[in-house]
């Protein structure tokens, strides 16, 4: 079956960076829109950004608008989510997650037909 295998996570400091990365199995990155998605202890699962098939359309939060790009490399079969100048309200959770059909950047969970299990990003002040 496909699976969604985030990394990068971890501890860093407001203003610094992290980079994570999502790897599948059993499933091709150019084929499908892409997206990352956050969430934090009693919070729903939130977009952080989003990919189109074609990657001609992309959407980002608000939150991260400026700070954080996301990226497909088709030659490693992955999806990267650079994040820069972190702020403590970045701390969560962060699944990537893959969409059948369509090209555009899909925003709610609903949408989405495969996830990952998670990668932790905690960012101290």
């Known amino acids: 079956q496909v699976q969604l295998v985030e990394s990068g996570g971890g501890l860093v400091q407001a203003g610094g960076s992290l980079r994570l990365s999502c790897a599948a199995s059993?499933?091709?990155?150019?084929?499908?829109?892409v997206a990352w998605f956050r969430q934090t202890p009693g919070k729903e699962r939130e977009i952080v950004a989003a990919l189109s098939r074609r990657g001609g359309n992309t959407y980002y939060a608000d939150s991260v608008k400026g700070r954080f790009t996301i990226s497909r490399d088709n030659v490693q079969n992955t999806v990267l989510l650079q994040m820069n100048t972190l702020k403590p309200e970045d701390t969560g959770d962060y699944y990537c997650?893959?969409?059948?059909?369509?090209?555009?950047?899909?925003?709610?969970?609903?949408?989405?037909?495969?996830w990952g299990q998670g990668t932790q990003v905690t960012v101290s002040s």
């Open positions: 059993r499933l091709t990155f150019s084929s499908v829109s």
């Open positions: 997650a893959a969409k059948w059909g369509g090209d555009y950047s899909a925003i709610a969970t609903i949408n989405y037909d495969y």
